[in-house]
């Protein structure tokens, strides 16, 4: 902004099909365009959006926000683009992030209706944990769904998510409170980085 550099991280991923990258403030317009085309498809696993997810303008605060909390590394807010970056195709969050004693955080995720069953989100994933493991020293990284989700289930288990535990009625999805099982992946070579 205004000529200055930014104090925002710089992280490009490249995967055999997506660029991952995280999310700034030029990828409103492509942030609003996912999330209003798959709005209905994203509905029955995400928390209830209000309206500003589908229009530029509701990502242009949100987006600042995002950038401040990857100034502050408190959270990593990817998009996963084409590899012309031109269109988003899904979403991955790392949020909560906690060092200290901890170096743990939260892994939250979406992939839009028409990219399903193709492998992308392990092929972001698979980076993206990479990422957060090497760069940014997270021992533990966890991730729940919802039981009848078995997609997210078994992705997660192909990554080498453990499941931890049960959580009844854990997290408001869809205007209900919904149970979920519990995953967590620790990082056996963690090392405590600077």
């Not at 991280?9 to 997506?18: A, G, S």
């Not at 317009?29 to 589908?54: F, Q, T």
């Not at 192909?158 to 959580?167: D, N, P, S």
């Amino acid at each position: 902004m205004f000529g200055y550099p930014s104090a925002s991280p710089k992280v490009w991923l490249v995967t055999d099909r997506l660029v991952v990258r995280l999310a700034n403030e030029r990828d409103d317009y492509r942030l609003a365009e996912y999330y209003a085309v798959n709005r209905d498809y994203l509905k029955p696993w995400e928390p209830i959006r209000d309206e500003s997810h589908c229009y530029p303008s509701g990502w242009q605060a949100r987006l600042g926000m995002i950038n401040e909390m990857h100034r502050q590394g408190s959270a990593y807010y990817f998009v996963l683009l084409d590899p012309l970056e031109t269109e988003i195709r899904g979403v991955a969050n790392f949020s909560n992030v906690l060092r200290g004693s901890f170096h743990a955080c939260f892994l939250g995720y979406s992939l839009g209706e028409m990219w399903q069953g193709q492998g992308l989100m392990f092929e972001a994933l698979q980076a993206a944990v990479r990422y957060m493991q090497r760069q940014q020293h997270m021992h533990r990284i966890m991730a729940n769904y919802m039981p009848h989700n078995h997609r997210s289930g078994s992705l997660l288990a192909r990554l080498g998510f453990i499941r931890e535990g049960y959580a009844k009625e854990y997290l408001l999805i869809d205007g209900q409170w919904r149970d979920h099982v519990l995953m967590a992946l620790t990082y056996s070579e963690w090392t405590p980085g600077r």
